[in-house]
């Protein structure tokens, strides 16, 4: 059975940082470019980041170009994103995606 | 980057009836590979997404045979040919052709 679940979420003052990890099995990881997207409170989806099948092709979506950092780790099947210089407008629901499979999210507040 | 619009943005429906969401790009996604990274995503209250159709009309496992993918280079259609209250939730479209982007949603409503 695949499994994705993230964590890390919590709540962080504005101009913090946070990472979060994404722990997968149940799949070849090793197969699939890897995406972070988020979901701000009763808003949509926004695709945030992806990643290679070797870690060294990142993209990111303008708004958190700087100041986020995904990477990943085949040995441990595991995808990260560091959040750095955090803004309220972050705040949202953050999922880990590979192929067809979604994770349960982690939940990143940006707040004083 | 690449613009998905959803049409409509609600859509009341009748158990029992079909109904038909529309997904348009601002620029084909005909991948250099010869695939269109073009999935559908339901999401139910409450509920993180989960994709129903990949790759324009792949129907992803456990997925029921009433939900039914079509289109090709920017123009892509959801359908669910009888629709039932557990599908109550909102539809997104996403590429995955360059980079990424969504649609801004679907909501269906009984």
Not at chain 2, 44 to 67: A, E, H, M, T
């Amino acid at each position: 059975e695949v499994h994705l679940v993230e964590s890390g979420g919590s709540l962080v003052q504005p101009g913090g940082s946070l990472r979060l990890s994404c722990a997968a099995s149940g799949f070849t990881f090793t197969k699939y470019w890897m995406n972070w997207v988020r979901q701000a409170p009763g808003k949509g989806l926004e695709w945030v980041a992806n990643v290679n099948q070797d870690g060294r092709g990142k993209y990111y979506v303008d708004s958190v170009k700087g100041r986020f950092i995904i990477s990943r780790d085949n040995v441990k099947n595991s995808l990260y994103l560091q959040m750095d210089s955090l803004r309220a407008e972050d705040t949202a629901i953050y999922y880990c995606a590979g192929g067809e499979y979604w994770g349960q999210g982690t939940l990143v507040i940006v707040s004083s | 980057d690449i613009v998905m619009t959803q049409t409509p943005l609600s859509s009341p429906v009748t158990l029992g009836q079909p109904a038909s969401i529309s997904c348009r790009s601002s620029q084909s996604l005909v991948h250099s590979d010869g695939n269109t990274y073009l999935s559908w995503l339901q999401q139910r209250p409450g509920q993180p997404p989960r994709v129903l159709i990949y790759k324009v009309s792949n129907r992803f496992s456990g997925v029921p045979d009433r939900f039914s993918g079509s289109g090709a280079g920017t123009d892509f259609t959801l359908k669910i040919s009888r629709v039932e209250a557990e599908d109550v939730g909102i539809y997104y479209c996403m590429q995955a052709t360059l980079l990424g982007s969504f649609g801004q949603g679907t909501k269906l409503e009984i």
